[in-house]
T-cell receptor, first 121, second 110 residues
């Protein structure tokens, strides 16, 4: 259980175009989802936290108009990189928390997706 | 604020060697602690976890004990294999979001 998928697993796009990445919780309801960015050989940087049905909360320094996050349902969150540029090339990872209360053994545990590698040419 | 400090890498070991990756944390509350592993080109996989002081998390031969007195959660394995080569992240969670260490790259040579 507690599986999170991401789609696509990799994408190449041209500079100036927009790219949408999907994050789905497959077997649980994710009231909260997180988006991380990871540069090569570096740790994960939290970009934003999204709660189902409300606006995402962005970390300092993350442009909310560039990285649009939508969490319209309890199983789906999307990250849209608008007007992508080469510097947006990175590995994007989402995670989700189980909001059902069934998994009470670990407070605030997150389940991670496999990541999406974005390359902007 | 909450933070995690991990041992600097990279770490290179021979097969069957003993592994320790140090992790210490700073938190105002009582966080849950985690070790994640990331293989090349992949996302994070939960390796083990502990929720309270003196808890020991274990999985696939890896162990880590939640030490409140030293605010540590060191990762150990008695005999590493080539397949253990990966990046290991220590993390804590005392709020809805999670804080990660910088990651330690482990390479195990045959």
């Amino acid at each position: 259980g507690a599986v999170v998928s991401q789609h696509p697993s990799w994408v190449i796009c041209k500079s100036g175009t927009s790219v949408k990445i999907e994050c789905r919780s497959l077997d649980f309801q994710a009231t909260t989802m997180f988006w991380y960015r990871q540069f090569p050989k570096q740790s994960l940087m939290l970009m934003a936290t999204s709660n189902e049905g409300s606006k995402a909360t962005y970390e300092q320094g993350v442009e909310k108009d560039k990285f649009l996050i939508n969490h319209a349902s309890l199983t789906l969150s999307t990250l849209t990189v608008t007007s992508a540029h080469p510097e947006d090339s990175s590995f994007y990872i989402c995670s989700a928390r189980d909001g059902s209360g069934r998994r009470l053994d670990v407070r605030y545990e997150q389940y991670f997706g496999p990541g999406t590698r974005l390359t902007v040419t | 604020g909450d933070s995690v400090t991990q041992m600097e890498g990279p770490v290179t070991l021979s097969e069957e060697a003993f592994l320790t990756i140090n992790c210490t944390y700073t938190a105002t509350g009582y966080p849950s602690l985690f070790w994640y592993v990331q293989y090349p080109g992949e996302g994070l996989q939960l390796l083990l976890k502990a929720t309270k002081a003196d808890d020991k998390g274990s999985n696939k031969g890896f162990e880590a004990t939640y030490r409140k007195e030293t605010t540590s959660f060191h990762l150990e394995k008695g005999s590493v294999q080539v397949s253990d080569s990966a990046v290991y992240f220590c993390a804590l969670s005392d709020r809805p979001d999670m804080r990660f260490g910088a990651g330690t790259r482990l390479t195990v040579k045959p």
